[in-house]
């Protein structure tokens, strides 16, 4: 997300931290690590990551550490980054719903069929020729684009599911991100989309979603996928064009489909799958030896028998 | 679905091709292959299914090559079938999607409970003493018969996940089908039904469906089922009557499944199962196979130790 | 749940049924067998689970055999003890839907966030600070905590799915229970949580679930938990606190759960699991075993070829 830009002391003294770096150093967006873009804002609380964060696009990075500071960049010290970065979050980006069906702030172009009991929030932005059937919901900061059809009961923008927990209870991070759906989508009934958490989540253009359907924060789905009804993808995941994921798959976050890719029924995926390759099984592999795995388990019944009998 | 009877020559001329029979030849619906009648017109455009749309009950054929035409009936020449039936679909079912909670044009029983938020579409009929707890959602000519319950932010009517991949998008077929449900069921909460694409979608008398349920398009569930929470059906399966399936079981479609078979939980089912049969496993298979192959599958790991030591 | 005191003779009246015990023998409560208390009434309809029902803390029995009754308790026999026990819930607690979006009969704690569409039933109880995003549906009798997040068309408080299957139709247990939210929970878009059927479905403080999550009847979840999408738990589970389901994990009903378990994703579980452990697999069991046997599957169809070609 992009803020308005402000200098590195006045952003630190926002969070009563200490900082490493020019006092001029000039900080223009919040994203987290997966999204992160020249100018922003990143955190990072494991020494595990810390490389990861100090090498990124990021240009600031709010870290519980002193660690030395990558050239040209600011480091923010702070004892619990993750909460550093939401106090900023919600600071710049502070939440302010709509409680009327169509908020004021909301942009929709032309030949809008919107169904009773939608609600569409702040600066949604809605293109030409949309259908949104009864009760679809769309949160803040959306954008739907042209020939978009949208069933009954979805819920578009979602908070993302992305906790620190805490002794005593889970820590949210701060959703201030958006959900972009391209031209000609159709998504079914009863389907739900989280927002990136300061970024996009992405359904590409053409792409068909059936019923029941849960896309996770900062997904993106390429063009021209097909997903069957009970799809669930987690976070952070990237599918390809034209990808076919059937009935009931399950994918873990972060998880890279390549383009052309089929994921077989109720399989649950918990490794990338390269371009054109069908998956199958939970844990997904290859389908083709896990169709010989199959048919071998098939026989081992008797082959124990006959082991045994020997 | 039926529609205002029309000649052969009037119709392909709606559609600019050419016909293969008799000019006078009488029209008197339009269905696809799955549900076609006498007077039906239907559409097939793969030579593998050419046998079976020419040999059906309908009696004039949409088809992309210039084939032996059957005695008594009708052909239409046309390069893409699924997309002239399409158009003949919109032409005589047009949607006029009702913009206010309840249509003019339902008919509705008595003893209606209709809790807040709930849509009726056109065309719709609700029998007597029906419940629709909030924000339920019923799509154009859906059926609902006496003593239903349906419980909140259910959706009953979606448009049925069908669709030709064209090389730049996926082409729908238009939905203009129906979802019938019988006396005396009973449906969870935040469940989809989708409508049949040209004609319906059926559950049966007294049958019982759990939360997160799905049913595809023109599957028909037979009397006193039920089914535990998150089920999924894809389209055009055919369950028997008294069939149990138990929680987040998946169904292939074109499935056929026979009176009084139970599938076992987590199941995945892509073969047709007997009456009184009992199948579990992804893919299933007859419960007691697969509980002997997971009995041995257990055992495997110290079987192999033993081979490779011996 | 608890009733206005009554004596034997005049419940008994209500349902035609003979009593065993004193006339004047006080019942309080009605209650289902998991959760009686002293001074209930309990059914039992089948000779396994007598002894479960006499023996348990409840003081009164509808039960369908004359059997010796129990020192300081009262039997009342009826032949058919679901149905005699449905038609005493529904006499005392008669349901009342309300028809306005939020009853007068609620109480509302300070600074709600009520979004358009919801619907809040008659006696329900939201805390101070809760965010209700669009079309959230709340059943009667429910109790939400303090800062409760409950995202868009989630339904809180629907039926139990608990029946009696008889010859030509399924008898639902009635349902006239609650569910009870603690403080500080976040409950994901698209969600079902299930009223207890006479009792309490609670979701423990700080819990917090991601979308298209179904909890059932008379579940407790304890503290502290996390869930991630598309999970289903059965009616009667018993979750302990800290425990972690990850995606489209299915729980079996009254299994049970213990503190800080972790069970992976897309798993069936049908037995307990103790504290601490993790999980897999459908039927699950200790992940360290099955993953021992998803190895030694990869291996067993070379090693069947092998001892094949031997």
Redesign the interface.
């Known amino acids: 997300m992009q803020i308005n830009p402000i200098h590195l002391k006045e952003l630190a003294a926002l969070i009563n931290a200490k900082f490493i770096g020019n006092e001029h150093h000039l900080i223009t967006g919040l994203n987290e690590i997966h999204r992160v873009n020249t100018g922003d804002v990143v955190f990072v609380d494991h020494p595990k990551y810390y490389n990861k964060a100090l090498n990124s696009a990021a240009s600031t990075i709010i870290i519980n550490k002193e660690v030395e500071c990558p050239l040209g960049k600011a480091l923010i010290i702070h004892p619990e980054p993750f909460t550093a970065f939401n106090i900023l979050c919600e600071h710049f980006l502070p939440k302010n ?5 169509t908020s004021n702030t909301a942009f929709i172009g032309h030949n809008l ?5 939608c ?1 569409i929030g702040n600066n949604v932005s809605i293109g030409n020729n949309v ?1 949104l ?3 679809v ?1 769309i ?1 803040d900061n959306c954008v739907i684009g042209n020939n978009v ?1 949208i ?5 578009i923008g ?2 993302a ?1 992305y ?1 620190k ?1 805490r002794e ?3 820590e ?1 991070l701060y959703t201030c991100g958006e959900v972009v759906i391209e031209d ?1 989508v ?1 998504i ?5 989309i ?1 927002s990136g958490v300061t970024s996009t989540t992405k359904i590409g253009r ?1 792409s ?1 979603l ?3 359907i ?1 896309i ?1 924060h900062d997904v993106e789905v390429g063009e ?1 996928c ?1 997903m ?3 799809v ?1 993808i ?1 976070g952070v995941c990237k599918i390809g064009n034209k990808v076919t994921l059937w ?2 798959v ?1 994918i ?1 976050s972060s998880v890279i489909i390549g383009d052309g890719a089929t994921v077989l ?2 399989s ?1 995926v ?1 490794e990338n799958i390269k371009a054109g390759e069908t998956y199958f099984g ?2 997904a592999g290859p389908a083709k ?1 896990k169709m ?10 008797n ?2 028998s006959k ?1 045994y009998t020997e």
């Open positions: 719903y709509s409680l009327i069906e069929i919107k169904m009773p009991g609600y259908t059937h009864p009760n919901v949160y059809i069933h009954a009961n979805t819920t979602s908070d599911f906790f927990r005593k209870n889970y949210a000609d159709i079914g009934a009863n389907c739900t989280d053409a068909v059936d019923n029941h849960h996770g021209q097909l069957a009804a009970g669930a987690a009935g009931q399950g873990s029924a109720k649950g918990n939970a844990p030896e010989r795995e199959i048919f071998a388990v098939k026989q081992l019944p082959l124990i082991l």
